[in-house]
């Protein structure tokens, strides 16, 4: 059937003025040239030439028609479109059309390498530089005092200001994210995915800049760091970006392999974690301080201005795929809206007026879905709970068993160590045991799998709190980490809660909550860390008791996941 939609391709190059045909054929090449062809039925050898035609032929038609020629020649096209479906040479409104996972995954993977590898390398020497600064304003002068020496750089005066500084600092990401998710999520349905991901990574990279520039230059206030957050309302930070990554895995992969995808995603940022604090590690012990935090800011510029030119632009296939269920050529429907010459005014009109809308979608859609509305509530703690140790735990733990910071900092490693084995080793082994075993579904067995991790880390998060000793920290540090590791299973489960066209509203809404969650807990966390210096020493452990106890309702609030009852 592909080569008479050729053939009648061919035939309309020699009538220029049919552009019926022309239209109808050039839609048709696009649609070969994304179907499928690694089936059995669709392994003849021409079809490399096939897809290669196809590209040059939509390329060449569907630029040069003219939209002012639609308007006139719609209803003959439809017709002729209607026709075609009856012969199938279209894509049914079973198949999806999706583009190669590889050529998702490796960019994005790519992307979260380095963004987390820029941050990771900064954390623990950014912490090293606040508290240096604080010894100079409060104490006169800076460096590692003898831990008998009450009013040294780990005295409760010094590690309450820096927990005050940087409680506030982790706020506002939250703010950028909650003024800006929804409304740059929506404008990439206008400009694209791509422009908004480069948008929210050049954020953070300016967020990150002003914070080193602030520290060296030591003649203003520490706290002047906090204006760091209007660079992230440039991009939305980490919440857009995010929210970003699970809108391309989602117009680009399968329903059916999208915690994969996840996964991979994940074991990126927690490779990047454990190479970060590894080199991080080394360089702080070699004095290397401002090195390693101008080779994380390297890194962050790769991940602004160079990695996201090589992630693909998933618009058009999230597009497609919606229409071609419908049975209506994407290319059709965009000629025809741009027949209408929509002005630039009000589509940004339009846009602001999505913007102010989506709220109130995303509200209804919660209200009448209480399977996607427990999932956000079960992924906003679980976050904060894998990043709680970064939050709270390297000065919770220099504090308490008077460490340097080199010393404390490989407890990161570990867990980043600890999160690889458990995603890349022990959690795809344990997915086909459990097939096996247990013979379940695949909901099934990820439920199990969210429930068992819910528990590991509940039951870490007690361990640290009333660790005597590091290498029992250590301990709680592993379990955590492979608690953390549900993160895939969580968002495979609130994609299959909702229908196709909300999976991009309830994204956005998973970023908000995740970086809303953190944003917010972390200043508690931090208040609650101060509250524990002036309690003693044993009491340095509250934040961790109590996301101990969250983690515990949590897993309580898992028993009654089911994104069936929803999707049905």
């Known amino acids: 059937m592909y080569r008479v939609c050729l053939t009648s391709w061919r035939?309309?190059?020699?009538?220029?003025?049919?552009?019926?045909?022309?239209?109808?054929?050039?839609?048709?090449?696009?649609?070969?040239?994304?179907?499928?062809?690694?089936?059995?039925?669709?392994?003849?050898?021409?079809?490399?030439?096939?897809?290669?035609?196809?590209?040059?032929?939509?390329?060449?038609?569907?630029?040069?028609?003219?939209?002012?020629?639609?308007?006139?020649?719609?209803q003959g096209t439809r017709e002729e479109i209607s026709a075609l479906l009856a012969t199938q040479c279209i894509i049914s409104s079973t198949t999806e059309v999706r583009m190669p996972d590889v050529h998702v995954t490796i960019p994005l993977c790519s992307f979260a390498f380095t963004m987390s590898f820029g941050i990771t390398l900064q954390a623990v020497a950014l912490i090293q530089v606040f508290e240096d600064i604080i010894c100079i304003n409060i104490l006169g002068t800076s460096g590692v005092f003898p831990h008998d020496n009450a009013d040294g750089c780990k005295s409760s005066r010094v590690q309450q200001e820096l927990a005050i500084i940087r409680g506030v600092l982790q706020l506002f990401p939250f703010i950028a994210s909650l003024l800006c998710t929804i409304p740059y999520v929506l404008l990439s349905q206008r400009i694209g995915r791509r422009p908004m991901l480069i948008l929210s990574a050049i954020s953070i990279f300016a967020a990150a800049a002003w914070i080193l520039i602030i520290c060296y230059w030591n003649s203003v206030p520490l706290r002047w760091i906090w204006l760091s957050g209007t660079f992230l309302l440039l991009g939305g930070g980490d919440g857009v970006g995010s929210s970003i990554v699970h809108t391309i895995i989602s117009d680009a992969v399968h329903g059916s392999k999208r915690a994969q995808v996840f996964n991979y995603i994940f074991a990126a940022d927690i490779s990047s974690a454990f190479l970060g604090s590894v080199l991080s590690s080394l360089l702080l012990k070699h004095g290397l301080l401002w090195f390693t935090l101008v080779s994380g800011q390297a890194s962050l510029f790769l991940g602004a201005f160079v990695v996201p030119f090589f992630v693909p632009e998933t618009l058009y296939t999230s597009d497609n795929l919606e229409e071609a269920r419908s049975g209506v050529p994407p290319m059709l429907n965009q000629a025809i809206q741009a027949s209408s010459r929509q002005t630039t005014s009000s589509k940004i009109k339009s846009t602001m007026t999505s913007?102010?809308?989506?709220p109130l979608s995303l509200l209804r859609l919660l209200a009448s879905n209480k399977q996607a509305l427990l999932v956000l509530l079960i992924i906003g703690p679980q976050s904060t709970a894998k990043n709680l140790f970064e939050i709270v735990g390297f000065q919770y733990s220099a504090a308490k068993f008077s460490s340097p910071y080199s010393t404390v900092n490989p407890m990161l490693s570990i867990s980043s160590a600890a999160q690889a084995i458990c995603s890349l080793g022990i959690l795809p082994l344990a997915a086909i045991s459990i097939v096996r075993v247990l013979d379940c579904s695949p909901w099934r067995r990820d439920h199990l799998i969210i429930l068992t991790l819910g528990v590991l880390s509940a039951t870490g998060h007690m361990i640290i709190s009333v660790a005597p000793t590091l290498s029992t920290v250590m301990l709680g540090i592993v379990l955590v980490a492979f608690g953390s590791c549900a993160t895939g299973q969580l968002l495979g489960a609130l994609g299959e809660a909702v229908q196709p066209a909300q999976v991009c509203l309830i994204y956005s809404a998973a970023s908000m909550m995740d970086m809303g969650a953190q944003s917010m807990i972390a200043p508690l966390m931090n208040l609650l860390l101060v509250r524990g210096m002036r309690l003693g020493r044993d009491w340095m452990g509250l934040p961790f008791a109590i996301m101990a106890v969250i983690m515990s309702m949590t897993v309580s609030a898992s028993l009654f996941i089911n994104p069936t009852r929803s999707s049905q």
């Open 11 to 74: 035939k309309s190059l020699r009538q220029p003025s049919n552009y019926n045909t022309r239209t109808t054929c050039g839609f048709l090449a696009r649609e070969i040239a994304l179907q499928p062809w690694h089936s059995k039925e669709n392994s003849e050898p021409v079809v490399g030439l096939y897809q290669s035609l196809a590209h040059i032929a939509s390329t060449i038609f569907f630029q040069s028609s003219k939209p002012a020629m639609v308007q006139s020649d719609t």
């Open 355 to 358: 913007a102010f809308k989506s």
